[in-house]
């Protein structure tokens, strides 16, 4: 008997009634304001992730010791930015009221807004951990409030001063450090200095998790829409994750800013794969 072609992640493939963290994409890069294609990150990203193992001797885990859904990626509208991020918003919003863990693919890092509404709808208290080259702090970029350079700004205006934590972050315009700076976010430069701290801080509390893969060096991850030379390692962004997953309370999280057509190498995917399984892993000690 034949079955459906459906491709998951790598590993991901339990049923959903079983499932504690549920994967889905939003391949959405209608605001980018550089280079375009994050649109295809999503699915290259599921597609890529079969060259990898389901083991990682990094964490001695094995996605198939866990209960993971990958849902795939939605069908958005690329004329109508407000209707994709309420699309996403609601994909979030079931995951959540099934008593799951939505993990998102983008897409740029607007997307991140819809997960964060659904997420805040449940968790009225929530903290956010950012890893990013850039602030995103931005009031409008070219008029638009909606942009990917304003998604953390947006955030704020939902969960309020002090509850965003930023890190890695070496680019940004003249206003928008020195508007974080007035208490309105935590804003660490450069590297992951003070995450453990933070972590420590934020124990027991709500926390959503998002990261911008441009917060690696373009050296070793140059497939991106926006690369900013002084990035960090792999091994520093893997070891920054088992530091939050297994220290803080994650209620969502999303990987996103993979540009697949800028890197003909392939090796921004099979690093964005191995950040997605690692992160993955590192969600089943969530504290």
């Known amino acids: 008997m034949l079955n459906k072609n459906i491709e998951t992640f790598i590993g991901c493939d339990a049923e959903y009634s079983d499932a504690k963290i549920v994967l889905f994409g939003a391949p959405f890069d209608s605001t980018t304001s550089f280079r375009p294609g994050t649109r295809f ?75 964060v509404r659904a997420v805040f709808d449940k968790y009225p208290d929530l903290h956010i951990i950012h890893f990013d080259a850039h602030a995103d702090l931005r009031e409008d970029y070219l008029g638009a409030q909606l942009s990917h350079a304003c998604v953390l700004r947006r955030c704020w205006e939902l969960v ?18 020195s508007w974080g700076s007035q208490g309105h976010v935590n804003t660490r430069k450069f590297n992951f200095d003070g995450l453990s701290e933070t972590v420590e801080s934020l124990k027991g509390k709500p926390v959503y998790f998002t990261i911008d893969l441009d917060v690696l060096d373009p050296g070793i991850f140059p497939g991106t829409g926006t690369p900013e030379a002084g990035g960090v390692t792999f091994m520093q ?16 999280c999303d990987v ?6 800028y890197d003909q190498s392939g090796i921004s995917t099979a690093t964005a794969c191995k950040v997605v399984r690692e992160l993955l892993l590192s969600l089943e000690q969530a504290g």
Do not use: W
Not at 239 to 250: H, K, L, Q, R
Not at 256 to 261: H, M
């Open 160 to 177: 309020g001063d002090g509850k965003i934590y930023q890190f890695g972050i070496r680019s940004g315009d003249r206003e928008e450090f």
């Open 41 to 115: 990150g999503s699915k290259a990203i599921r597609s890529e992730s079969f060259g990898l193992e389901t083991y990682s001797p990094y964490q001695d885990k094995d996605l198939s010791d866990m209960q993971i859904f990958d849902s795939g990626d939605l069908e958005l509208c690329f004329g109508d930015t407000a209707l994709a991020l309420q699309d996403i918003q609601d994909r979030a919003a079931t995951i959540l009221q099934d008593g799951k863990l939505p993990l998102l693919i983008g897409g740029e890092h607007l997307v991140t807004l819809g997960a």
């Open 237 to 252: 962004l893997l070891n920054a994750i088992i530091t939050v997953c297994s220290g803080a309370n994650i209620v969502g």
């Open 256 to 261: 996103n800013e993979l540009c697949p057509s």
